[in-house]
């Protein structure tokens, strides 16, 4: 197997094979606890105006997203994990736009499959990966805003790609030193904003909470992606 690390919305483009879409902050573990918040469909959206047209034609739906890490006018929530805490979304769609993550989900057309990449459900992305054991892996760092190094994405793709290679990672050191160390721009510059809450710190640093990957599929007759939530047996535990 041949894992490539590729970076921004560049590196989406040029995935191949099994592409992992990696936003820890905040995209892609949003959009697990969106999934296990008992969302019927999750429709992943580059650009803002896709976004309005899609809430035209689904009135019911809910809009979460972000620009700059802000929540946007006019929709239900920010980009916030904590925001959404025991809110259910069942029988819900939620039309969902981000800076960098959803960005990359759209830019990715080249890849065999493409899935989303965080933390949260590091172990079911490593074992979906090692059962399909496909030719070419692809693992994107979305960055700060598609464009700019994030060194929770770049930590991201260096765990996956260690656990796919049998290697030893050490999950403690780096949620230690994204807490204390880092400098990257993140959310967490975002002070007293009610949508960038410092506790999202710590849904995003929860290993392994989700057992299932979510796979973005294209809706040729809907002209959207959509996350397919794919249950998964783990076979490596990705603790430590
Ligand atoms: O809302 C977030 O945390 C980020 C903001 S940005 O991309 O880093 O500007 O959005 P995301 O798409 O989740 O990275």
Redesign the pocket.
């Known amino acids: 197997m041949k894992i490539h690390t590729l970076h921004y919305i560049e590196g989406a483009k040029q995935a191949k094979g099994i592409a992992v879409i990696i936003?820890v902050?905040?995209?892609f573990t949003m959009a697990c606890y969106m999934s296990d918040q008992d969302a019927k469909r999750i429709i992943p959206v580059g650009d803002l105006a896709h976004a309005h047209r899609l809430k035209a034609k689904y009135p019911q739906s809910v809009l979460i997203g972000?620009r700059?890490?802000t929540i946007l006018p006019g929709f239900d929530y920010g980009?916030s994990p904590a925001q959404i805490k025991g809110v259910s979304f069942a029988e819900k769609t939620v039309i969902h736009t981000?800076?960098?993550?959803?960005q990359g989900l759209v830019h990715a057309g080249q890849a065999d499959e493409v899935l989303t990449g965080s933390f949260v459900n590091a172990g079911a992305i490593v074992s979906y990966i090692q059962q399909k054991a496909p030719a070419e892996v692809s693992l994107v760092c979305?960055g700060?805003?598609?464009q700019q190094e994030?060194d929770e994405d770049t930590l991201c793709a260096a765990f996956l790609r260690d656990r796919l290679l049998g290697k030893e990672t050490r999950f403690a050191e780096i949620s230690a030193y994204l807490q204390t160390e880092s400098k990257t721009e993140?959310?967490l510059r975002l002070a007293n904003d009610p949508s960038a809450p410092p506790e999202d710190f710590h849904y995003c640093m929860q290993l392994d909470a989700f057992p299932f990957v979510l796979k973005a599929n294209w809706h040729p007759e809907n002209e959207h992606l959509q996350l397919e939530r794919i249950p998964v047996e783990q076979q490596v535990s990705t603790s430590g």
């Open positions: 936003d902050f905040r995209a972000e700059g890490g980009n981000t800076s960098a993550g959803t979305m700060w805003g598609g994030a993140s959310f």
